[in-house]
C-alpha cells in the first residue's frame, strides 16, 4: 500500500503562485507513475500533471503548459510548482500514484493510490 498527502493549498489572486506538495509513504518501490489532478464543483477530474518516477518524463494538461511545474524527489514526493495561477484553475487538487504500465497516457481510473486533496482557490 501507499499513503500519499497534499498540503499547500490556499486562497491566492490571479497571478500569484503555490506550491503543492505530496509526501508518499508506504510501498513506493513499485510505483512509477506520479499524477497531479483536480476537480472543481460539478466537473469532472482532469489530469493536470504526471511525471514518470523512471526517466522523469513528464505531461501537462493544455491548460496549465508553461505554468505548472512537476517534480519528483527521490522519496518520490511530488510537487507542483503553479505560477500565474487563474480563477480557472480553483479545484480541489489530488495526488496520486500508479504501479506499472504508461505514465503519459495515464488517466484518472487507473491510478491506483489517492491522497485526500488540497483546495486551491484562486480569487480575480
Known amino acids: 500500500q501507499v499513503q500519499l498527502k497534499e498540503s499547500g493549498g490556499g486562497s491566492v489572486q490571479a497571478g500569484g503562485s503555490l506550491r503543492l506538495s505530496c509526501a508518499a509513504s508506504?510501498?513506493?518501490?513499485?510505483?512509477?507513475?506520479m499524477g497531479w489532478f483536480r476537480q472543481a464543483p460539478g466537473k469532472e477530474r482532469e489530469k493536470v500533471a504526471s511525471?514518470?518516477?523512471?526517466?522523469?518524463?513528464t505531461y501537462y494538461a493544455d491548460s496549465v503548459k508553461g505554468r505548472f511545474t512537476i517534480s519528483l524527489d527521490n522519496a518520490k514526493n511530488t510537487y507542483l510548482q503553479m505560477h500565474s495561477l487563474e480563477p480557472e484553475d480553483t479545484a480541489m487538487y489530488y495526488c496520486?500514484?500508479?504501479?506499472?504500465?504508461?505514465?503519459?497516457?495515464?488517466?484518472?481510473?487507473?491510478?491506483?493510490?489517492w491522497g485526500q486533496g488540497t483546495q486551491v482557490t484562486v480569487s480575480s
Open positions: 508506504g510501498y513506493t518501490y513499485s510505483v512509477n507513475c
Open positions: 511525471i514518470s518516477t523512471r526517466g522523469g518524463s
Open positions: 496520486a500514484a500508479a504501479n506499472g504500465g504508461s505514465c503519459y497516457y495515464r488517466s484518472a481510473s487507473s491510478f491506483d493510490y
